[in-house]
């Protein structure tokens, strides 16, 4: 081969801007550069030197070129190596195709590092060509990308899932069986006694399969040695092993959490600082259509100071396309709305379904499928590389936790189904939401992936589609007008013309309204116009959260990395700056009760440490202040810090579960329309019913509807009809005869059977030996045979009567809880459903005085014995 010369040095373009007019070999159809990204470039310029930077464009406003722009300008300038990160394979082809397309030099290096073409990779390391890869072509063990001068991370706000994951150990039950069993042996002494039974189970109920806990620190830490070598003698040869590799060392700085599916063992924040090949690049620029203003991309991606450049103006009022956006669920029952949703699914071509997780897929395929779907059923596996599979046929694409990184412009897509409220992605976030309910911190993140969502199947300004929001804690979200001012205001419109078209409705209406929208010009044409003289009436409103949480932010990464770096002063330090950036609002309340915590366990490590002891007295303030800041958290008050005594007063956490699990009943029944009095007038039909098994489906309802865990246990041989149980701590078991005439006396048999009941629950569940355990007869008579007395032991008596007045009263408590509710934050609504139940004796240990023993009923065909 020919010695080759190199010609002269190509002139470098004096901006990002100005190198667009250089790139001659671009699509002819891309002749200039629209205003508002003309302005963003020319924003960017006074940050060359940041190393931070994140860029805000809504979805189908040409973020890919200004930032394929930015990254050739240092390529071409600084002469930088440049990795654009996607989130998926699929985005980053996507991404190389639009860089071919602009005629900038790139390179597409996805999957293995060892199916790299030599040359590819060459022209990274040379600075020839962009790279471009997934987040895991960086945050690896091993990246082939180490050695990166500027990162292009696109999609940012879905970095907690990319990045995080390099510093996540997620232990799944079916996969690692063994370990998840050792692990949970080796801490349950640690953990409630409620979540380790229902751990421990080959059946749980679906309350315990749904449950999350999270091990206290100090609990950690006093298994930390022991945790190690558990953990490296199973993962040794297993994918684990990687993220173990850079966790091991640093077990103390993270948190466990663990639910019956699986055991996670995680920081707070991924500590990018620690990570070189991320940390040495001279500039990190951050892109995406929803950058939040609460903090939450710091701390998705673990950088403790991130420049913001400013949408452009008037860019922040538009959106991509337009959409009909329903939502069935405030008019039409779940059935309906699964009818409908699969009779439009079934009218087009193709439609699109996001699930928040792998339990709701399976359970939205179920039901696609049960409604008569006959179109092939796609998933993630599908889309690796590229849509074609699904675009080049009538199918369903059903995707879970993906909200991001799909074009499906015009044809391509004009059904898109969101089922479910995306607010647990993860169990951290679960335990987040569901124990330590930090609603505040969260709903950003619910937010931007709703409005990502959103923009799937509407990439241009022509663009529109039929949007169907599903689920109830999804619509109840959504509906809320404070969440609603977080968002664009053509969002905002399109939203408050959903509500109103989804109200007073019926399944076949919502079906012809989307139908209209779909195959009418004018329709969509009278939408548009809506839209267009709506929007300048609405503003985007931060709540008063957000601004306390961005605050906080920062020193909450101080934290993270003092607790890494095992400098536990720093990390007190920095966690009561974190609560003192969280004081002042009741929204804010829960995760600041979180950071006192966080503070108390600090102040214990370096009391232990550094022989410090009266910093324990301040962790025993910082712990009692956290249990006073978040007075309806049941597991707050069951914390115990090592060396330090429990709080004055204490809380029943029997009544605290009860209260916890009737909320989360009342909320699936809605906090308005009419599916609540729907559901109480039914469960009142059943309750009066002579049929034994509608009967005992109605009481198994009520239990559930009164906080308990309920198990309808009546097919086995010698078993209550119905279990009641709440905390491991009350159970009551319950015999029914309901088709038992009035006037008959409660004979030997049924009274030996239903005292039996008592010994067969202690036997069935662990947990009761040492829990009150009760035994209760539900029925129309009213008179025991006297023979029958010394059988009945301490065996509980009802008329069913008394259950239905019991329904009746917990109706009424309810409904007056709906009533006065409005606006309340989650603690406020567990403290009035706790006085209103209270008031009611309709609490677990209420309800047992409002049964009388069995004993006294004796009745008259025989002297009492």
Not at 8 to 18: F, L, T, W
Not at 46 to 66: F, M, Q
Not at 166 to 186: G, M, N, Q, T
Not at 811 to 821: H, K, L, N, P
């Amino acid at each position: 081969m020919p010695l080759r010369i190199p010609g002269p040095s190509p002139v470098v373009p004096k901006s990002p801007e100005a190198l667009f007019e250089t790139l001659r070999s671009r699509d002819p159809k891309i002749r200039a550069l629209w205003a508002h990204q003309a302005d963003l470039l020319r924003a960017y310029e006074k940050h060359l030197e940041s190393r931070d930077v994140a860029v805000e464009l809504p979805t189908g406003d040409g973020k890919t070129l200004v930032m394929l722009l930015i990254a050739e300008y240092r390529r071409q300038s600084r002469g930088e190596r440049i990795a654009y990160l996607c989130p998926t394979r699929q985005l980053a082809h996507q991404v190389g195709e639009r860089a071919r397309e602009y005629g900038i030099p790139a390179t597409v290096l996805v999957g293995s590092r060892k199916h790299y073409e030599p040359k590819d990779l060459a022209a990274f390391s040379t600075g020839s060509k962009i790279a471009i890869t997934t987040y895991n072509g960086v945050f690896n063990t091993n990246p082939a990308l180490s050695n990166d001068q500027c990162l292009v991370l696109d999609d940012a706000h879905a970095a907690e899932n990319y990045v995080g994951s390099f510093w996540s150990l997620e232990i799944s039950r079916s996969d690692h069986s063994d370990l998840y069993a050792a692990l949970l042996e080796l801490l349950a002494d640690d953990l409630p006694d409620s979540l380790v039974q229902g751990l421990r189970r080959d059946d749980p109920s679906s309350e315990e399969r749904r449950s999350v806990g999270m091990l206290l620190q100090p609990a950690l830490w006093k298994h930390a040695v022991a945790m190690r070598d558990l953990i490296a003698a199973h993962v040794a040869g297993e994918k684990l092993q990687y993220p173990w590799s850079v966790l091991r060392e640093h077990l103390d700085a993270c948190n466990v959490f663990l639910s019956w599916n699986e055991i996670l063992i995680r920081p707070l924040s991924p500590p990018v600082e620690t990570h070189a090949p991320f940390w040495s690049a001279n500039q990190r620029l951050y892109a995406s259509a929803t950058l939040g203003v609460g903090g939450e991309l710091e701390r998705a991606t673990g950088v403790r100071k991130i420049v913001r450049l400013p949408l452009p103006a008037g860019r922040e009022r538009r959106t991509s396309g337009r959409r009909l956006i329903l939502l069935p669920q405030l008019s039409i029952d779940e059935g309906e709305v699964r009818r409908s949703v699969a009779e439009l699914v079934t009218s087009e071509p193709r439609a699109l379904v996001l699930c928040p997780n792998q339990w709701q897929a399976q359970v939205t395929q179920t039901e696609l499928i049960n409604q008569g779907v006959t179109k092939p059923i796609l998933n993630e596996t599908h889309v690796e590389d590229t849509l074609d599979e699904f675009t080049g046929q009538e199918a369903v694409l059903l995707l879970k936790n993906r909200y991001d990184g799909l074009d499906l412009p015009d044809d391509a897509c004009r059904i898109l189904v969101i089922d479910g409220l995306p607010d647990a992605t993860n169990l951290q976030e679960k335990f987040l939401s569901e124990r330590l309910r930090a609603n505040a911190l969260l709903v950003e993140r619910v937010r931007t992936r709703i409005t990502q969502a959103l923009g799937r199947c509407t990439r241009n300004s022509t663009d529109y589609a039929v949007v169907l929001l599903v689920g109830g804690a999804l619509t109840r979200r959504i509906v809320e007008n404070e969440f609603q001012e977080g968002m664009a205001p053509e969002l905002q419109v399109e939203l408050t013309l959903g509500i109103q078209n989804s109200q007073d409705t019926t399944e076949a209406e919502v079906v012809a309204t989307a139908r209209d929208f779909l195959s009418e010009s004018d329709v969509r044409g009278a939408v548009e116009q809506f839209v267009a003289v709506e929007r300048g009436k609405r503003e985007v409103r931060a709540t008063p959260a957000a601004e306390a949480l961005a605050d906080s932010a920062q020193q909450e990464l101080n934290y993270l990395y003092a607790a890494w770096s095992g400098n536990w002063e720093a990390a007190l330090h920095a966690a009561k700056g974190a609560v003192d950036k969280l004081s002042g609002g009741k929204e804010v309340r829960p995760f600041q009760a979180f950071w006192l915590y966080l503070a108390a366990s600090a102040a214990i490590r370096v009391a232990q440490d550094h022989k410090r002891p009266e910093l324990l007295s301040e962790a025993k303030v910082l712990r009692d202040k956290a249990l006073g800041f978040s007075t309806a958290i049941s597991w707050f008050a069951g914390l115990q810090l090592p060396e330090i005594a429990a709080p004055a007063t204490r809380r029943d956490p029997v009544e605290e579960v009860a209260v916890e699990n009737a909320l989360r009943e009342l909320r699936e029944l809605g906090a308005q329309g009419p599916r609540f009095d729907g559901s109480m007038k039914a469960l009142l039909e059943d309750l009066k019913s002579e049929k034994a098994p509608i009967f005992e489906g109605g009481l198994a309802r009520l239990g559930r509807l009164l906080g308990f865990e309920s198990d309808r246990t009546g097919t086995e041989k010698g078993a209550p009809d119905s279990v009641w149980r709440v905390g491991n701590a009350v159970f009551i078991g319950f015999e029914a005869k309901s088709d038992v005439e009035a006037d008959k006396e409660i004979s030997i048999t049924d009274t030996r059977q239903v005292s039996g009941h008592a010994d067969w629950i202690r036997e069935k569940y662990p947990a009761a030996k040492s829990a009150d355990v009760v035994a209760v007869l539900a029925t129309y008579q009213h008179r025991l045979d006297g023979d029958a007395v010394p059988h009945a032991r301490d065996t509980k008596y009802l008329m069913i009567p008394a259950v239905q007045v019991i329904a009746q009263d917990l109706a009424a408590a309810m409904r007056a809880v709906r009533a006065e509710a409005g606006s309340a934050s989650e603690d406020e609504m567990l403290v009035l459903l706790a006085k209103k139940l209270r008031d009611a004796k309709l609490l677990p240990r209420q309800l047992l005085e409002r049964m009388s023993p069995l004993k006294s009923k004796v009745g008259g065909s025989a002297k009492a014995k």
